[in-house]
């Protein structure tokens, strides 16, 4: 019987004409975060029609779905079972799917304490530039020699190749959460989510938003207690609807014209001088920036401090919009673009005007 969500055959035919032509290509899925990246031009090729879960395995902890398969049908088969995406993947967007998810690498507020998207990533399916079906990884976590091929697809936004089937390691859901809330000023709160993090605590998040410094805890529910007893604080009583606004930039900080920057620091760096609005995350290693201030100063001064910028949404997304390269890391990537694309035809300047 043929699968009709199984649109392999046409994708990989639209890829070989492409490499054929040297016509490039556009990538997209369900388009929720069609913003994120550089403005590219090219041919489209969605990938949206190539959905459902192949299997599930609730006893191993695996779950393996079609890169066009929407995010809520995959938690909401998770949630049957009482498990989730760790990950907790940003959807911004109702017709957020897998492989968008995948492609962009985004992760939520649990990130820190679990693991990124890349982490839980067990192998994938793939095309590549030259119309090749390709399998990597696999079901099980293992050792590999070389590039981490799989993994390579994790933040790539499509420029590595066409991505069809992702499998998954997924967690139970925790027994308990609470969410408290202290108030602090913005560097006493990177100090104590610093110590808070040294500690042998449940924490799930941990974010300041200029108002209130918030820690989510999960586990066992005597874990949970104890360590509010230690921690102390308010116990936020609409906490699924805060983190969620959080993860989807829902949160009042979000709004307004300004270009929105995603700064990545060592965690326990005190607040950096750049002149905008900021939201702490991910328990101080992601900052969140409201700004005009011009690109080279931001990525200057990330740099600076020991970390790197990205604009995220607004601005010139013609420009830089991650973090320039060093020369080293460059001809690195320059050399994984050419081995899996060899016609540049997969979002070519997506993520750098080079690559």
Aim: glycine share 12%; charged share 20%.
């Amino acid at each position: 019987m043929t699968d009709t969500n199984d649109s392999a055959d046409q994708l990989r035919e639209q890829v070989r004409v492409a490499a054929h032509s040297g016509v490039p290509l556009q990538i997209s899925g369900g388009g929720s975060k069609s913003f994120y990246g550089r403005a590219t031009v090219g041919t489209p090729l969605s990938t949206i029609a190539h959905r459902g879960i192949v299997t599930y395995d609730p006893g191993e902890l695996v779950i393996t779905a079609r890169a066009g398969t929407p995010l809520t049908q995959i938690e909401a088969a998770l949630a049957e079972k009482n498990q989730m995406l760790a990950f907790e993947p940003p959807y911004l967007g109702e017709s957020a799917t897998l492989g968008g998810a995948i492609a962009t690498g985004l992760s939520g507020p649990r990130r820190p304490y679990v693991g990124a998207a890349r982490d839980f990533v067990l192998g994938v399916k793939l095309i590549n530039g030259q119309a090749e079906i390709l399998s990597f990884g696999g079901q099980v976590m293992k050792n590999v020699a070389g590039y981490d091929v799989a993994r390579l697809m994790v933040g790539a936004l499509g420029t590595l190749g066409v991505l069809l089937e992702i499998s998954l390691k997924v967690l139970p859901r925790p027994a308990t959460e609470l969410t408290l809330v202290q108030h602090r000023t913005p560097n006493e709160a990177i100090e104590v989510m610093n110590i808070w993090a040294r500690r042998p605590l449940p924490l799930s998040a941990c974010c300041y938003d200029g108002d209130g410094l918030y820690v989510r805890l999960c586990g066992a529910d005597s874990a949970v207690r104890a360590a509010h007893d230690k921690i102390g604080g308010e116990i936020l009583t609409n906490a699924q609807n805060f983190w969620h606004a959080l993860r989807e930039q829902f949160h009042a900080f979000f709004d307004g014209p300004l270009p929105l920057w995603r700064v990545a620091v060592p965690p326990a760096r005190p607040s950096l001088r750049i002149p905008g609005k900021w939201l702490i995350d991910w328990g101080g290693a992601q900052r969140w920036l409201k700004s005009d201030t011009d690109a080279a100063t931001i990525c200057r001064t990330a740099a600076e401090g020991g970390g790197h910028a990205t604009l995220f949404r607004g601005g010139d997304r013609g420009g830089y919009i991650f973090h320039p390269l060093a020369p080293g890391l460059l001809a690195l990537h320059q050399r994984i673009k050419n081995a899996m694309d060899p016609q540049h035809i997969f979002n070519p300047g997506k993520m750098y005007p080079n690559l």
